[in-house]
C-alpha cells in the first residue's frame, strides 16, 4: 500500500518564521503535489513536482517555495509566515498519466 | 481553465436515504473525473473515476456516471450508512492526466 507521510499533524508557528513542511512517499512515484484545504475552497493547487529538482507553481505559490532533492522527499516552505497561510496542508503524490493522487493525512498549521 | 462546482453543504441524511451530491465541470479537452473521500482526521482517498465519457465508477455502493452532454458527474449512493459521514471532493484531470482541479467539497452527515 502507498504510504504518504507528512511529518506533523499539528503545527503552530509565530508570524515571520521561517516553516517547512516535510512530505515523504514510499512508492517510487514521479509526481509529488502540495495543495492547502480551506472551508468552502477546496483544495488548492501550491506546487507540485514530476521528478527531482523539478518544481512548478501551481494556482497560489505566493509566499510559498518547494524543494526536491530526492525522489521521494518533496518540502513546503513558508519563507515568512503570515496569519492568511493558516490552513489545512496536504501533500499527495502519483505515477504519470491519469493515476490516482495518494494522500498523507494533512498538517494543520494556525500562524499566530 | 478547469474548473468543478460541487453542490454545497452541510447535505444531512437519515440512515438508508438515497444519495446525490451534484458536480459539474468545465474542461478543454477529455478530462478524467473522480471523486475522493475524506473521513475525519485524514487525508483524501480515491472512491471512484471515470475516464471517458458514459463510463461509469463505482465503489462501496457508490456510483457516478461521465455525461459529456451536460458535463456532469454526480455522486449518488442507494442507501447511506453513518459510516458514510465525510467530505466528499469532485475532481478532474487535465489532458496529460497529472494534475487534478478540485471542486469545494461537500460535507455528508448521516444521522441513525
Known amino acids: 500500500d502507498v504510504k504518504v507521510t507528512q511529518s506533523s499533524r499539528y503545527l503552530v508557528k509565530r508570524t515571520g518564521e521561517k516553516v517547512f513542511l516535510e512530505c515523504v512517499q514510499d512508492m517510487d512515484h514521479e509526481n509529488m503535489f502540495w495543495y492547502r484545504q480551506d472551508p468552502g475552497l477546496g483544495l488548492r493547487l501550491i506546487y507540485f513536482?514530476?521528478?527531482?529538482?523539478?518544481?512548478e507553481k501551481g494556482d497560489i505559490p505566493e509566499g510559498y517555495s518547494v524543494s526536491r532533492e530526492k525522489k521521494e522527499r518533496f518540502s513546503l516552505i513558508l519563507e515568512s509566515a503570515s496569519t492568511n497561510q493558516t490552513s489545512m496542508y496536504l501533500c499527495?503524490?502519483?505515477?504519470?498519466?491519469?493515476?490516482?493522487?495518494?494522500f498523507g493525512n494533512g498538517t494543520r498549521l494556525t500562524v499566530t | 481553465g478547469n474548473s468543478v462546482t460541487q453542490m454545497e453543504g452541510p447535505v444531512t441524511l437519515s440512515e438508508e436515504a438515497f444519495l446525490t451530491i451534484n458536480c459539474t465541470y468545465t474542461?478543454?479537452?477529455?478530462?478524467?473525473l473522480f471523486w475522493y473521500v475524506q473521513y475525519p482526521g485524514e487525508g483524501l482517498q480515491l472512491l471512484l473515476k471515470a475516464t471517458k465519457a458514459d463510463d461509469k465508477g463505482s465503489n462501496k455502493g457508490f456510483e457516478a456516471t461521465y455525461r459529456k452532454e451536460t458535463t456532469s458527474f454526480h455522486l449518488e449512493k442507494g442507501s447511506v450508512q453513518v459510516s458514510d459521514s465525510a467530505v466528499y471532493f469532485c475532481?478532474?484531470?487535465?489532458?496529460?492526466?497529472?494534475?487534478?482541479?478540485f471542486g469545494g467539497g461537500t460535507r455528508l452527515m448521516v444521522k441513525p
Open positions: 474542461a478543454t479537452g477529455y478530462p478524467s
Open positions: 475532481a478532474l484531470s487535465d489532458n496529460a492526466g497529472n494534475m487534478l482541479t
Open positions: 513536482s514530476y521528478d527531482v529538482k523539478m518544481k
Open positions: 499527495a503524490s502519483s505515477t504519470p498519466n491519469g493515476a490516482p493522487l495518494h
